[in-house]
């Protein structure tokens, strides 16, 4: 009768009994959020999910190859494979050197938003400054005079600016149906 060594403990027990199950099952969910975001099915917290849980991704696919090294560094050697590597790499970097049309205009109305004086940003809003003023000082916020922006007000206050341009927006309205065809 021949026994067996006994299990490995630590780190290398972990990785034994967690790396590949755990690469499957976040792969598996990266995957999916992937293919939500792709189709824009949803965004916000879906988005967030998956950029961490990404991260996770990566640190438990490190794991695995960890784990697997002697396999992983024999795959490497192998001509197919280094093939498949060099033309993920080049996908992935005709992606970053493409063209692009420049920065997200909407990226830049909304540094001009933080920056415009609240008299000027209430109209946008469809309220008057006083409305915006109201608004921020009900929510707790310092906020002096109708010429100061929200990035200014955000500063004094110690609050992201973007909590501040919602509580100018208020709640959003309702969409309006489009009006019947007669």
């Known amino acids: 009768m021949t026994l067996s060594p006994p299990p490995p403990t630590g780190f290398d ?4 009994r967690y790396a590949t199950q755990s690469t499957a099952a976040i792969g598996l969910v ?6 939500i975001l792709f189709f824009h099915l949803a965004r916000g917290p879906v988005e967030s999910a998956h950029e961490w849980l990404g991260l996770l991704f990566v640190a438990i696919a490190l794991m695995h190859v960890v784990r697997h090294r002697r396999g992983f560094v024999t795959m490497i050697r192998e ?6 590597f060099a033309a993920a ?3 992935f970097a005709a992606f970053l050197l493409a063209p692009s049309d420049g920065p997200d205009p909407r990226h830049r109305l909304i540094g001009l938003a933080m920056e415009a004086p609240l008299a000027r940003l209430a109209p946008l ?5 006083e409305e915006a003023q109201r608004r921020l000082v009900a ?4 906020v002096t005079h109708s010429g100061q922006s929200l990035a200014g007000i955000a500063a004094i206050n110690h609050v992201d600016p973007g909590q501040l341009l919602a509580l100018v ?3 959003p309205s309702e969409p309006r149906s489009a ?3 007669e």
Not at 125 to 129: F, K, M, Q, S, Y
Not at 139 to 142: H, K, R, S, T
């Open 79 to 84: 001509r197919r494979q280094q093939v498949l």
């Open 169 to 171: 927006l208020g709640e």
């Open 30 to 35: 990266v995957g999916i959020s992937g293919i």
């Open 179 to 181: 009006p019947a065809e």
């Open 139 to 142: 929510a707790g916020i310092v």
């Open 13 to 16: 027990g972990w990785l034994r």
């Open 125 to 129: 809003a469809g309220i008057v400054p």
């Open 89 to 91: 790499a080049l996908g």
